[in-house]
């Protein structure tokens, strides 16, 4: 399909393409099976920039735009989505650093996540109450010399094997400041790891905060109480990359179902010249095309400065639904053939799965557009 965006970021995604296929793809099925994304990896995501999209270079970043960050996750997603889901953990602190940090902390810490030398990690999402705001049970109580923090955090993304987080809390105020934790903080524990059924490469786990000690420098921004603006205006961007990905999940789905279907000969002929196979692809390619286009208007509108919260709810309920549909009829190209352990659709149809759940379910991206749709006059 002609391709819609501007020649440079085209010139970029076609050095990604290169570097992609060229250095991820033959690692993909190993990551799933072992659980682990090599850390060979990262010098050459840093080589091209790719921690620091779409970050300013005053500040360390590549100079990128949302729209470049989008077509480099969906060249990513091509061939190992699973390390776009990694690069998204990364680029969400990164976010929260630039836009809600203290100068000292932002100098401290934001230029090594932009150029990939260190990692951080977010932690929201708790035991029982998921990312329910109103309901943090996490607690952060004032001690000699700073804070002390104690409680639980769950699903948290790539904390096992980084410098720092961002974690969230309640104070005795009922507040809820952000802290920056370094993960060798003493009581500061990465707990079980939990294992998916998707994205498997990725680090998932339990942390534990056993009366963890920050000095008043690890307040985020310097203020106690909820940052509901910075976090309106970070959190939606996650859903940027996220679709990203998807799209390029699509489109090795595609890739891999026409490939099949030229090389399978039934009754004398490749099944490709069958009407039926014609039906399955050309919904495939639709779906794909529809999903690719909504995903660069919503980095567009990100681009703009607009907060794009709704086209960016709009865009992650259509392209993950689409996503997993585009999957299911791959299988269906492929028949029993793939659904057997190790097959490269069976492995994307689980991968799918899990991004309809990451970055808010389709139901909360539903409700998300039904409150747009109640404000319109």
Same mark, same amino acid.
């Given at each position: 399909?002609?391709?819609?965006?501007?020649?440079?970021?085209?010139?970029?995604?076609?050095?990604?393409?290169?570097?992609?296929?060229?250095?991820?793809?033959?690692?993909?099925?190993?990551?799933?099976?072992?659980?682990?994304?090599?850390?060979?990896?990262?010098?050459?995501?840093?080589?091209?920039?790719?921690?620091?999209?779409?970050?300013?270079?005053?500040?360390?970043?590549?100079?990128?735009?949302?729209?470049?960050?989008?077509?480099?996750?969906?060249?990513?997603?091509?061939?190992?989505?699973?390390?776009?889901?990694?690069?998204?953990?990364?680029?969400?602190?990164?976010?929260?650093?630039?836009?809600?940090?203290?100068?000292?902390?932002?100098?401290?810490?934001?230029?090594?996540?932009?150029?990939?030398?260190?990692?951080?990690?977010?932690?929201?999402?708790?035991?029982?109450?998921?990312?329910?705001?109103?309901?943090?049970?996490?607690?952060?109580?004032?001690?000699?010399?700073?804070?002390?923090?104690?409680?639980?955090? /769950?699903?948290?993304?790539?904390? @096992? !094997?980084?410098? =720092?987080?961002?974690?969230? %809390?309640?104070?005795? $105020?009922?507040?809820?400041?952000?802290?920056?934790?370094?993960?060798?903080?003493?009581?500061?524990?990465?707990?079980?790891?939990?294992?998916?059924?998707?994205?498997?490469?990725?680090?998932?786990?339990?942390?534990?905060?056993?009366?963890?000690?920050?000095?008043?420098?690890?307040?985020?921004?310097?203020?106690?109480?909820?940052?509901?603006?910075?976090?309106?205006?970070?959190?939606?961007?996650?859903?940027?990359?996220?679709?990203?990905?998807?799209?390029?999940?699509?489109?090795?789905?595609?890739?891999?179902?026409?490939?099949?279907?030229?090389?399978?000969?039934?009754?004398?002929?490749?099944?490709?010249?069958?009407?039926?196979?014609?039906?399955?692809?050309?919904? /495939?390619?639709?779906?794909?095309? @529809? !999903?690719?286009? =909504?995903?660069?208007?919503? %980095?567009?509108?990100? $681009?703009?400065?607009?907060?794009?919260?709704?086209?960016?709810?709009?865009?992650?309920?259509?392209?993950?639904?689409?996503?997993?549909?585009?999957?299911?009829?791959?299988?269906?190209?492929?028949?029993?053939?793939?659904?057997?352990?190790?097959?490269?659709?069976?492995?994307?149809?689980?991968?799918?799965?899990?991004?309809?759940?990451?970055?808010?379910?389709?139901?909360?991206?539903?409700?998300?557009?039904?409150?747009?749709?109640?404000?319109?006059?």
């Amino acid at each position: 399909m002609h391709s819609t965006l501007p020649p440079e970021i085209e010139s970029f995604r076609t050095t990604v393409r290169r570097m992609a296929k060229g250095n991820f793809r033959d690692l993909a099925a190993g990551v799933d099976e072992g659980q682990l994304i090599p850390a060979s990896v990262r010098p050459l995501l840093a080589e091209i920039g790719a921690f620091g999209l779409p970050f300013p270079s005053e500040v360390g970043g590549s100079d990128g735009s949302f729209l470049a960050w989008a077509a480099l996750q969906e060249e990513i997603g091509r061939v190992m989505p699973v390390l776009g889901f990694y690069l998204q953990a990364n680029l969400l602190v990164a976010g929260i650093l630039l836009e809600s940090g203290t100068d000292e902390q932002v100098r401290q810490w934001l230029p090594a996540l932009l150029d990939g030398s260190k990692t951080g990690f977010m932690a929201f999402t708790q035991p029982q109450t998921g990312s329910d705001i109103s309901m943090m049970t996490i607690r952060a109580r004032r001690a000699k010399g700073g804070w002390s923090i104690s409680g639980k955090k /769950m699903w948290i993304s790539n904390a @096992a !094997s980084v410098a =720092m987080g961002v974690v969230y %809390a309640r104070d005795p $105020d009922d507040g809820l400041p952000m802290f920056l934790v370094p993960t060798d903080a003493p009581g500061f524990r990465v707990g079980q790891r939990i294992e998916i059924m998707g994205l498997r490469g990725t680090e998932l786990n339990e942390l534990e905060f056993e009366n963890v000690l920050v000095p008043d420098e690890a307040l985020l921004g310097g203020k106690t109480g909820i940052k509901t603006a910075i976090l309106r205006k970070v959190m939606p961007i996650g859903k940027i990359g996220i679709c990203a990905v998807c799209v390029g999940l699509m489109q090795s789905c595609l890739e891999e179902a026409t490939r099949y279907a030229k090389q399978r000969v039934q009754q004398g002929h490749p099944i490709i010249d069958f009407q039926a196979i014609h039906y399955l692809i050309a919904e /495939m390619v639709a779906a794909l095309e @529809a !999903s690719r286009q =909504m995903v660069y208007w919503a %980095a567009f509108c990100k $681009d703009q400065s607009a907060d794009a919260i709704t086209e960016l709810a709009t865009t992650k309920l259509f392209v993950t639904n689409a996503a997993m549909r585009v999957a299911r009829l791959a299988v269906s190209v492929h028949g029993v053939y793939d659904i057997a352990k190790g097959a490269v659709v069976e492995r994307l149809l689980r991968d799918v799965q899990v991004f309809e759940l990451f970055e808010g379910p389709s139901e909360i991206q539903r409700e998300m557009v039904m409150c747009a749709v109640r404000d319109i006059q």
